[in-house]
């Protein structure tokens, strides 16, 4: 699911009949916290493969929780070519505005 999805549903109060209806409605409670600052922002995937690749590991655990003492053999790949500064180019499309 692209992450534009979960970012537009969390800034809508009412979602009771939304399948993740209770997850949103904690998020938006969270938002809401008047002692925080807080910004959602779209981050296209390729901007930040690891917490991709880490977010489909969590997609896949049986558990709810898990906690990592090393990160999991199928992020180390992608963390080394972080840390040199790989990157990853994305075509996107602009739409252009007629003056």
């Not at 009412?14 to 969270?30: G, P, S, T, V, W």
């Not at 930040?48 to 790949?77: F, R, W």
Request: charged fraction near 15%; hydrophobic fraction near 40%; include cysteine.
């Amino acid at each position: 699911m692209d992450s534009t999805v979960p970012m537009h549903k969390v800034g809508i109060p009412d979602m009771r009949n939304h399948l993740n209806y209770f997850i949103l409605n904690e998020c938006h409670k969270l938002i809401q916290n008047p002692q925080w600052s807080i910004k959602i922002s779209h981050y296209y995937w390729e901007s930040n493969k690891v917490a991709d690749a880490l977010a489909n590991v969590g997609v896949n655990q049986p558990t709810l929780l898990i906690m990592y003492n090393d990160p999991p053999h199928s992020l180390l790949s992608l963390l080394f070519k972080d840390n040199i500064g790989v990157a990853w180019p994305r075509v996107v499309h602009v739409n252009k505005m007629s003056v």
